[in-house]
């Protein structure tokens, strides 16, 4: 993998789970909302975890594992982000940007399981 893809889903997965994070402190705050919100950071911060994890791997297979489990935690964050919109905990445009945000990280581990598998 290129060292200007790593840089880029590096950054991408830990600015996310750092927005993540301050959704969530801010919905505990202001709305008291304690249990969807639990679940986005908690899948909101595992992407950049297992990236992280990933690029340290010991083999091409465990690097494809780790960022496999980046993929679907950033699609169970949509999920939620989607959920907190749908129930009026976020507005239109926190969603859309957090929303937009997530696409762009599903992207990346995406191209890079389906190269890594391929080559």
């Given at each position: 993998?290129?060292?200007?893809?790593?840089?880029?889903?590096?950054?991408?997965?830990?600015?996310?789970?750092?927005?993540?994070?301050?959704?969530?402190?801010?919905?505990?705050?202001?709305?008291?909302?304690?249990?969807?919100?639990?679940?986005?950071?908690?899948?909101?911060?595992?992407?950049?975890?297992?990236?992280?994890?990933?690029?340290?791997?010991?083999?091409?297979?465990?690097?494809?594992?780790?960022?496999?489990?980046?993929?679907?935690?950033?699609?169970?964050?949509?999920?939620?982000l989607r959920i907190l919109r749908?129930?009026?905990?976020?507005?239109?445009?926190?969603?859309?940007?957090?929303?937009?945000?997530?696409?762009?990280?599903?992207?990346?581990?995406?191209?890079?399981?389906?190269?890594?598998?391929?080559?």
């Amino acid at each position: 993998m290129s060292m200007r893809i790593e840089n880029v889903i590096v950054e991408k997965t830990y600015r996310f789970a750092v927005k993540s994070v301050l959704l969530y402190k801010r919905l505990i705050a202001e709305q008291k909302e304690f249990i969807l919100s639990k679940q986005l950071v908690r899948s909101g911060t595992s992407p950049g975890a297992n990236v992280e994890e990933g690029l340290a791997g010991e083999s091409r297979k465990d690097f494809v594992s780790k960022f496999s489990i980046a993929l679907k935690e950033s699609r169970e964050a949509h999920f939620w982000l989607r959920i907190l919109r749908d129930t009026g905990f976020i507005d239109e445009n926190t969603a859309h940007e957090y929303l937009t945000e997530c696409e762009e990280i599903i992207k990346i581990p995406t191209s890079i399981v389906k190269t890594t598998k391929n080559s």
